[in-house]
């Protein structure tokens, strides 16, 4: 069963804690992507990645940080420095390329307060 | 930089009428649109997509026209039924790495 997991579905931290949401895919694909998405807004594209060891800051990165050691994980951390954490977010991945579908995970709702 | 604005915001019509969101970009080059569908506590889903080498293109129920001169594309979804209730979004994507801009969002619930 191919597919995008994320883990955990609700996540909840205290200010001034760093988090890591966890992004698996068994879907051999080489890009992934993390996008937050707060009410009333479309989705913004925080940081990308095409190929193992390589990322690129989205348009929002400001306050998060990836890694991409593995090709099946992409993991997201929100530091304490970013300041408005609570939001929910998104993983995707795709086939390299332009113009392709990227399928996403099911998300990560994170409330810090 | 892409720009995308989604109109309208939020869309209520009865089972078995039509439905149609708009989507207008700002970048010319832009030449990917994708339409997803988000139900409640879900990722996006993509539910048609269209290129723009391409006017118009249909899949039962759903169809996209893109109109590259003014720079807008529409979602067309006929025959409504309540299962259809849901966000959807549009996106735009121009650059060699798929990163995509979204729409705002139009969230469309279908009365039975």
Same mark, same amino acid.
């Given at each position: $069963?191919?597919?995008?997991?994320?883990?955990?579905?609700?996540?909840?931290?205290?200010?001034?804690?760093?988090?890591?949401?966890?992004?698996?895919?068994?879907?051999?694909? $080489?890009?992934?992507?993390?996008?937050?998405? $707060?009410?009333?807004?479309?989705?913004?594209?925080?940081?990308?990645? @095409?190929?193992?060891? $390589?990322?690129?800051?989205?348009?929002?990165?400001?306050?998060?940080?990836?890694?991409?050691?593995?090709?099946?994980?992409?993991?997201?951390?929100?530091?304490?420095?970013?300041?408005?954490?609570?939001?929910?977010?998104?993983?995707?991945?795709?086939? @390299?390329? @332009?113009?392709?579908?990227?399928?996403?995970?099911?998300?990560?709702?994170?409330?810090?307060? | 930089?892409? =720009?995308?604005?989604?109109?309208?915001?939020? *869309?209520?019509?009865? &089972?078995?009428?039509?439905?149609?969101?708009?989507?207008?970009?700002?970048?010319?080059?832009? =030449?990917?649109?994708?339409?997803?569908?988000?139900? *409640?506590?879900?990722?996006?889903?993509?539910?048609?997509?269209?290129?723009?080498?391409?006017?118009?293109?249909?899949?039962?129920?759903?169809?996209?026209? *893109?109109?590259?001169?003014?720079?807008?594309?529409?979602?067309?979804?006929?025959?409504?039924?309540? &299962?259809?209730?849901?966000?959807?979004?549009?996106?735009?994507?121009?650059?060699?790495?798929?990163?995509?801009?979204?729409?705002?969002?139009?969230?469309?619930?279908?009365?039975?």
């Amino acid at each position: $069963d191919g597919g995008i997991t994320q883990s955990p579905k609700y996540l909840f931290r205290k200010e001034g804690q760093n988090v890591t949401l966890s992004c698996e895919q068994n879907l051999n694909h $080489d890009a992934m992507y993390w996008y937050r998405q $707060d009410p009333g807004q479309g989705l913004r594209l925080i940081y990308y990645s @095409q190929i193992v060891n $390589d990322f690129q800051k989205g348009d929002i990165a400001e306050g998060y940080s990836v890694s991409r050691e593995k090709k099946e994980s992409f993991p997201l951390t929100v530091t304490s420095a970013q300041k408005n954490p609570t939001a929910f977010y998104l993983c995707a991945s795709s086939i @390299q390329g @332009q113009g392709v579908e990227q399928y996403f995970g099911p998300g990560t709702r994170l409330t810090v307060t | 930089g892409e =720009n995308v604005e989604q109109h309208p915001s939020t *869309l209520s019509v009865q &089972e078995g009428d039509s439905a149609v969101i708009k989507c207008t970009y700002s970048d010319s080059a832009s =030449n990917y649109f994708p339409w997803y569908k988000q139900e *409640l506590g879900k990722g996006p889903q993509l539910i048609i997509d269209i290129r723009s080498n391409v006017g118009e293109k249909k899949d039962q129920r759903i169809a996209v026209t *893109l109109n590259k001169t003014a720079k807008h594309f529409s979602l067309h979804i006929t025959e409504t039924q309540p &299962e259809d209730s849901a966000v959807y979004f549009c996106a735009a994507s121009i650059r060699v790495y798929n990163d995509m801009r979204f729409g705002a969002g139009t969230r469309l619930t279908v009365k039975p």
